[in-house]
């Protein structure tokens, strides 16, 4: 099923955006694009996507003993399983974007893996076990780039491909392929990106999906069409989709006015700023800010802050820290590799922001792991950040301290797995290989590990719990 969208660009101001805001916006995407994209074809020509023959299927926990699961580096980390992409049924071996489904009345946990030429589903079973449930292809070109995010029971899957739009997929599909009453005999299989999906083309391709539940918002962040550059009214910016109705989705336009998005958090803001409370409030990471921008009305977003840092060299992701909106996590992508600010060292640098004001955001401190790595994604849980981090791997961080302490002078690394250990014996370096993106939310305690050349790795974290309360 096909449904497509009209960009109501022009009705939330789109002229007034620049060419030379969308140009150097694209510009600059391009360039870290193009700079990864060298660095895999580099490791694929030295065989480190080699499947199932380089990376063996693990089907039984190895526990982190002495700072070693098997041939990896960990702390308080066990390995419960792992698939490579090749056993995920990926023809191009290579891995990106992770996230995950419960489904409510069977309480089954599944995995959605992100591929360069579509998406494995696995299930997450007894001890943490993975089972290959079925795949979906792309929806067009293979690509480095894609990105997952779930509302309800439905999977939002978009990428950098060409015209590819954002596949909607209904994940109760997947109780039908291994279902409860016959458990053990099933064959994974390819769903249909004709008749299993429906494909909502009103935008072309994305870097990033921003889901937020609350108000079942998809907004499809650094968007282009067809195979132009982000010179588009929408500028790379916040292409929203409405997903009340996940078989007919509708877009109530986008939002250009600070250029391109690379990657957002949405909520329902409760915050100290009274001004905004009970709206819809982003957190956008915008390349070279943390801007902060009210979403409540669809025709008139409103730009609150934006605020820059020292140490900026690539604006990229970051996660809220406390349930009281106050403290903010912001990655940076490049000022390891361009050693820059805190950075220049060549340790994973974390940002700190007090959001407090949302009107005045502050940068308060940074963390810095002990390893040399570019961080990429991380998510807060009860005062842990789990951070997946390039060649370092998941790194577990107890960020609980910000309140006493918003400097970061108190944070603690508590565990880590390092999924990438070709460069373990030089304590890391600042390239783009390793771990894409992490899954740390299921019940259950089990954490995904998508790796770009090897694949699936399910982890159990040990360690302690958050030292304070936030």
């Known amino acids: 099923m096909k449904v497509t969208s009209v960009v109501a660009a022009a009705a939330l101001g789109a002229s007034t955006v620049s060419a030379s805001l969308s140009a150097e916006a694209a510009s600059k995407h391009e360039e870290?694009?193009?700079?990864?994209?060298?660095?895999?074809?580099?490791?694929?020509?030295?065989?480190?996507?080699?499947?199932?023959?380089?990376?063996?299927?693990?089907?039984?926990t190895v526990p982190c003993k002495n700072g070693k699961a098997g041939e990896y580096s960990c702390k308080n980390v066990n390995l419960q399983a792992f698939l490579s992409h090749e056993d995920l049924g990926s023809a191009s071996k290579a891995g990106n974007d992770v996230w995950g489904?419960?489904?409510?009345?069977?309480?089954?946990?599944?995995?959605?893996?992100?591929?360069?030429?579509?998406?494995?589903?696995?299930?997450?079973t007894?001890?943490?076990?993975?089972?290959?449930?079925?795949?979906?292809?792309?929806?067009?070109?293979?690509?480095?780039?894609?990105?997952?995010?779930?509302?309800?029971?439905?999977?939002?899957?978009?990428?950098?491909?060409?015209?590819?739009?954002?596949?909607?997929?209904?994940?109760?599909?997947?109780?039908?392929?291994?279902?409860?009453?016959?458990?053990?005999?099933?064959?994974p299989k390819t769903f249909s990106k004709e008749t299993d999906i429906t494909l909502f083309d009103g935008v072309g391709a994305t870097h990033n999906i921003v889901a937020h539940e609350e108000t079942n918002m998809i907004y499809a962040v650094g968007g282009r069409s067809g195979a132009n550059a982000r010179n588009t009214p929408c500028a790379g910016g916040m292409f929203m989709v409405d997903v009340s109705n996940p078989l007919k989705p509708v877009s109530p336009g986008c939002i250009p006015q600070d250029g391109y998005v690379h990657d957002a958090q949405c909520v329902i803001y409760k915050g100290p700023t009274t001004a905004y409370k009970g709206r819809e409030v982003c957190f956008n990471f915008n390349e070279d800010t943390l801007t902060v921008m009210d979403v409540?009305?669809?025709?008139?977003?409103?730009?609150?802050?934006?605020?820059?840092?020292?140490?900026?060299?690539?604006?990229?992701?970051?996660?809220?820290?406390?349930?009281?909106?106050?403290?903010?996590?912001?990655d940076d992508e490049l000022d390891e590799q361009n050693k820059v600010g805190p950075a220049a060292n060549g340790r994973t640098t974390?940002?700190?922001?007090?959001?407090?004001?949302?009107?005045?955001?502050?940068?308060?401190?940074?963390?810095?792991?002990?390893?040399?790595?570019?961080?990429?994604?991380?998510?807060?849980?009860?005062?842990?950040?789990?951070?997946?981090?390039y060649g370092s791997g998941l790194r577990v961080v107890d960020v609980s301290s910000v309140k006493v302490d918003p400097t970061?002078?108190?944070?603690?690394?508590?565990?880590?797995?390092?999924?990438?250990?070709?460069?373990?014996?030089?304590?890391?370096?600042?390239?783009?290989?390793g771990t894409w993106s992490v899954y740390p939310y299921f019940k259950s305690g089990y954490i995904l590990l998508n790796s770009i050349e090897r694949g699936i790795f399910s982890l159990k974290y040990t360690g302690k719990k958050a030292s304070y309360k936030l």
């Open 296 to 330: 409540t009305n669809k025709s008139a977003p409103i730009v609150i802050s934006r605020t820059p840092y020292e140490g900026n060299a690539y604006s990229h992701q970051g996660w809220l820290i406390d349930d009281a909106q106050t403290f903010l996590l912001l």
């Open 32 to 60: 870290v694009m193009a700079l990864k994209i060298k660095q895999w074809e580099t490791a694929r020509a030295n065989g480190l996507f080699g499947g199932s023959k380089l990376y063996k299927a693990l089907f039984s």
């Open 408 to 433: 970061g002078g108190k944070f603690t690394e508590t565990g880590f797995f390092d999924c990438h250990p070709e460069d373990d014996d030089v304590n890391g370096v600042t390239e783009f290989l």
């Open 126 to 187: 007894g001890l943490g076990r993975l089972e290959y449930i079925g795949r979906l292809d792309t929806q067009t070109d293979i690509v480095s780039w894609r990105d997952i995010k779930v509302i309800g029971d439905y999977a939002y899957i978009g990428a950098e491909a060409n015209n590819h739009g954002i596949q909607i997929f209904d994940l109760r599909k997947l109780l039908e392929v291994k279902p409860w009453w016959n458990p053990w005999f099933f064959k």
């Open 350 to 389: 974390t940002y700190i922001f007090n959001v407090a004001n949302l009107e005045a955001p502050v940068n308060t401190g940074f963390y810095q792991s002990p390893a040399k790595s570019i961080d990429h994604n991380q998510y807060v849980i009860d005062g842990l950040t789990y951070q997946a981090n």
């Open 101 to 124: 489904w419960t489904d409510k009345k069977s309480k089954r946990e599944f995995g959605i893996v992100g591929q360069t030429d579509g998406v494995a589903f696995v299930e997450i």
